[in-house]
């Protein structure tokens, strides 16, 4: 049967026959999206329409198989993908293009089947966008103390969700080599007189770069669904306000989240649920409150037809997205196991070690990238290992266009003339350097060689990473507590031969004020604008006034502020200024914000002028520091006129988001209703909606966004 009805009824029974072979506990038959019951049903039904960049590939590429052994442990797994139909038996000739696969060794016994399709050409024919993930401060932004959480982990994440037909004959598969094997369990007839078995996929499958994306924006559709209506009050994630906590602001207190939903009917903030990939938490202010959340999501899942398996829920609060939580009454802090944590010392000592006689031995460029790899993902819960990993970044980007020897990226002038020195030198010859000219204006990609010499910042961030690696335990980070001693608002700039700052601690002023000598002259102004703020960082913390506290710094130069709040620069002079306020970070044991104003606030505020040795504006007159810190407020707070002008060009229909509407009308749901089975579902409306969230908010709004956009 062809049509619409042909596809409902082909699915469906496929979904139905999945069910018909699982247990009580376990999903032994496989799954399908029980496309009927979800809120966009074709969609379920079809899969997600992938982006074709080129034309598909038409490779035939064959599986890469050793021994009979090997065969039989492949085979092992093939047969579960056909029996669970996420591989189905089709002519050789219908499909047009081949995935590669082959076998990894896990364990003594096992293997780990490797689908690749970078080999046969479909990823680049293909594209996928980059997608927002939660990370350490996702986690702990929805944490309270006392809080408890429990993990729910969902089975066979991409292969829960149907390949776009559009794919179909791109995604074969070779079975010539398990051939016997087939025959012999009855899923191929040996009546069939074919000399090459193939099978294609149904469901997003491994090595293919669409699948991390559609299955995550398959499971945020899913989200919706299962959160409900956030007004319910049999609903466990129930919340009926949107609290903002921030900076700046007279009611402020860093106990507390910036941002957070808030149920009054138990009047605490509201259980919540978030999700890594396949790795599901929920949160709740007890346990008991947790595993009901965790119930519910899971039977809303399985209704839908996702995989929830069961067998690995926990309650233990471990490891969760790379970093550990705690959430006792005092704190809520963060830290990664210690296997994690001594990994990461053995790769540090590793690679001091080899290094250790000669620095200039060849390191392989591969190893070097895994390893990198591994302390950025650390990084992510100690953000202060970022800046000491620039000399990885510096030495496996050496190699690129318009770099110097030692890893730093040059200006167009800064390259001419350093192609130009080795040519004098006799390091080039015109023709190479002029080729070298013409890679860059055309952007050729320039392949690294297998080893790579490290560069001189490199041995220094060894060094540095050791330093703060030295514990034998991974440190346990407080990311927020109801013990901050004191906040401390300042301000600090730079103008022309002077530089000054104001720092508000225990409600005095304290300044700072000074000329730069001459030996400065040959410094940018960026520079000067963030050594000026470094040095009152770090004389502040000498004077004792930092020890415990949050100290929030303003700066009027965006240059700084953007390299703070990366942790990196691409000039070698501001990246050792960021290496000296993190470090400055850790020896006075501060929690340090820093943050962008406008030159006009830094003006009435009366630092620009206290830069100048002028105290005759702003604080310096008595003003109220609060009144200069506009982070907590909205650009409508802080221009009356800008919502008329708005309005006076958008169109009528346009809506003003307010906190409150950031979780629901910023993903264009409008309000709920019970369908026939009693579960509320989302009504959407597309419309315009201006978002205005104060300053601080930032980050989230475009998280909020993103997922949006996935879904």
Known sequence: MEGELGKDLTTGLAALTNYCGSTYQNWNGGSSLLFWRWNLP????????PYIKNRLPQSKAQPRIKDHEEKILIYEKIIKYIRRGYLIICDYGSLSNFI????VKKGKTDIRLVFNGTSCGLNDATWSSRFWLPMSGSMTRILSFGYAVVDIDLGEMFLNFPIHEQLHTSVGIDLTPCKQQLIHSGIYLS??????IAARWTRLCFGLNQSPERSVTFY????????????????PLRW??????????NDFDPAYPNVYKWDSQKNRIAGDLIAFIDDLRAVGYTLEHAWTIARWVASKLEFLGIQDAARKRRIDNGPWAGGKYGTGNQEITKTVTEEKWLKGKGYNRELMTDLKENKNRPLEYKRLERIRGF???????????????????LTLAKHGPQRSEEGWKLSDLEWIGHLENKVDTGKLSREEADEMLQDRESGTMIEPDKYVVAVPRFHSCLKALSKVMAPKSPPVVVVRSRNCTVLIHG???????????TLLVD?????????????EDSNSSNWREFENLVCAVEEAGKEGKLKGATVILATDNEVVEHSLYKGNSTSEKLFELVVRLRTAEIKFATKLLITHVSGKRMMTQGTDGVSRGSLKEGVPLGEAMIRFCPWGMSALDTEENLKEWIQSWAPSNSLFLEPKDWFIWGHDITGYYKDNKGHWRPEHEEGVYIWTPPLLLLLLMCVLRKLERLE
């Open 42 to 49: 074709n969609l379920a039904r079809d899969g997600i329409k």
């Open 100 to 103: 590669d696969y082959f076998p």
């Open 191 to 196: 009546t069939i007189n074919e000399e090459k």
């Open 220 to 235: 945020y559709l899913a989200e919706e669904f299962i959160k409900g209506n956030h007004l319910d009050p049999q609903n």
């Open 240 to 249: 009926d306000k949107v609290i903002l906590n921030l900076i700046g602001n």
């Open 375 to 393: 302390f950025c993902h650390l990084a992510m819960v100690y953000e202060i290992l970022f800046p000491f990993l620039k000399g990885f970044h």
């Open 491 to 501: 301000f600090a700039d730079a103008s022309g031969s002077s530089f000054g700052s």
């Open 507 to 519: 409600k005095e002023i304290h300044y700072r004020i000074g000329t730069w000598s001459s030996s």
